[in-house]
């Protein structure tokens, strides 16, 4: 209940909204009742009657009633799926920001897959239980109230004998959820599976087409995919035996009850209009019953999705990640490392490391592989802290700094060459929108890119295709 209250602490901004589909579900519940609430005056006042009029008066109220009842079913479905949509849009926008706030550190541990698929698979599910399992929450639960209220207007005995059933299907029906939601837990790890070895293998087409490796990775894929589907099949078998006891329960339950008041009527102590709109009563309630067990499992698919959505949501985000601190001044005379050592959770890598630069000059750090180079980048871009020692900035401990003024201040050219799906000019002035165009050409000529930019089919306007798959690999570079 918490996780599910969490998200609909999402649709609080749009109450109008929600004002308006809740008004639609209580209308939608209290006309189902109506039909066979007048199932008896069908029997009795008209049938038995021969009551003209009534029967008139009957066909237009039932013709009224399904008009109304299509209006606001409209206006439901309509009404909560905006919600659904808007509540997936916001958590989606939430998610992928806070990713960019967490520190490189959680990067390492999860792979892009993984978290691609929270964004898509995983949301998908949370908008099922929110939207869709709302709605017929909702609607089906205020149809079950009503039409149990009727049926124990028409007959309290057999109304309780109905009733009875429910909390041995209830427990039956929880039972399924929880295996339903550990069947999902499953899926969703499954499903960030399948997510990195596409990318994988689409990244790196090159390398598999030059080692003749299509099978191997379509083998690869397969097995994932396999996997996927079998877990997919279980949940779907779990889902499934739900409708069978539901059935069996109801059908035992109406096998007496049809028993006991055809005795009644029989003996005549009770109208054939009276029992058969009890019974069309019940009819309707078994509905509504194996709706709800349904959407009680796309509830518990959604909380399991809601689980991992909510659990990266809370992942600790350190103070100097949240922008805590003051303005960096620009740089005036030198970076220096004091006595700092660091290590990859229980790797250490760099030891009590103590370097002065001086502006102005151009330094190189040369070292073998895994010696730390990369890492010495990676400290004064407050991508890490120090795991022992300072690292400042004119004298200041750079923790006192807002990490997004220091890095406005630097410029990285990464050994891995990173191009954006964009047009060569936004690659160029990255994150700088309304960098001018004559700042962005002066940029390419110092990089020896300006001839073969300008002879690109659009020049600067040309779109490079992801990671820059349009280019050379020397073109890329520069």
């Known amino acids: 209940m918490k996780k599910y209250i969490r998200i609909l602490r999402y649709l609080k901004p749009y109450w109008r909204r929600c004002t308006q589909a809740i008004t639609c579900m209580l209308v939608l519940g209290v006309i189902t009742a109506v039909p066979p609430y007048l199932a008896k005056n069908v029997i009795d ?21 399904y008009i109304i009842k299509g209006i606001f079913a409209y206006g439901q479905s309509y009404f909560m799926f905006w919600l659904g949509q808007r509540l997936v849009m916001d958590i989606r926008n939430e ?5 960019h706030r967490l520190p490189l550190a959680f990067f390492v541990r999860k792979t892009s897959g993984e978290l691609m698929s929270k964004i898509t698979y995983d949301i998908t599910l949370m908008q099922k239980a929110s939207a869709t399992g709302l709605r017929d929450l909702g609607h089906h639960s205020i149809s079950l109230v009503f039409l149990l209220a009727l049926a124990f207007y028409r007959d309290p005995f057999l109304s309780t004998i109905f009733v009875l059933v429910l909390p041995p299907l209830g427990l039956i029906i929880g039972r399924l959820g929880s295996k339903i939601r550990k069947i999902t837990r499953r899926m969703q790890s499954q499903m960030g599976d399948i997510n990195t070895a596409m990318k994988e293998a689409f ?36 889902r499934a035996i739900s409708h069978p006891i539901i059935e069996i ?12 008041g055809g005795y009644q009527v029989l003996t005549g102590t009770r109208t ?4 058969i709109s009890f019974l ?3 009819g309707l309630i078994m509905s509504p019953l194996k709706r709800l067990s349904r959407t009680y499992h796309t509830l518990q698919e959604g909380m ?9 949501m809370d992942e600790t985000v350190p103070i100097r990640e949240r922008d805590k601190g003051r303005p960096a001044p620009l740089l005036g005379s030198e970076i220096s490392f004091d006595n700092v050592s660091f290590q990859y959770e229980n790797s250490p890598v760099l030891q009590e490391v103590s370097i002065t630069i001086p502006k102005g000059e151009v330094v190189a750090i040369v070292g073998q592989t895994g010696a730390g180079k990369t890492t010495i980048l990676d400290l004064v871009m407050s991508f890490y802290e120090p795991t022992s020692g300072r690292i400042l900035w004119d004298g200041i401990n750079i923790k006192e700094y807002n990490p997004t003024s220091l890095r406005s201040q630097m410029a990285v050219v990464t050994q891995q060459t990173t191009l954006f799906n964009d047009t060569v000019a936004a690659n160029i002035a ?3 929108p309304e960098t001018p165009l004559e700042q962005i050409e002066a940029a390419a000529k110092m990089a020896n890119a300006y001839e073969f930019i300008t002879a690109l089919p659009e020049g600067f306007k040309t779109l490079i295709g992801e990671d820059g798959i349009k280019l050379s690999g020397g073109e890329r570079q520069r």
């Open 280 to 282: 069309a009563t019940l």
């Open 272 to 275: 054939p209009g009276e029992f």
């Open 45 to 65: 006042d008209v049938f038995l009657a021969k009551d003209l009029w009534m029967l008139n008066l009957i066909a237009l109220v039932i013709l009224l009633t």
């Open 249 to 260: 329960l109801g059908g035992t339950g109406a096998a007496f009850i049809l028993w006991y």
């Open 304 to 312: 399991a999705a809601a689980d991992s959505v909510f659990g990266l």
């Open 203 to 238: 990244q790196a087409t090159r390398i598999v087409k030059a080692y003749n490796a299509e099978g191997y990775e379509s083998g690869r894929f397969m097995t994932r995919n396999r996997k996927f589907f079998d877990l997919a099949m279980k949940a779907r078998r779990v």
């Open 430 to 432: 990255y994150n700088l």
């Open 95 to 99: 998610l992928y920001r806070h990713f």
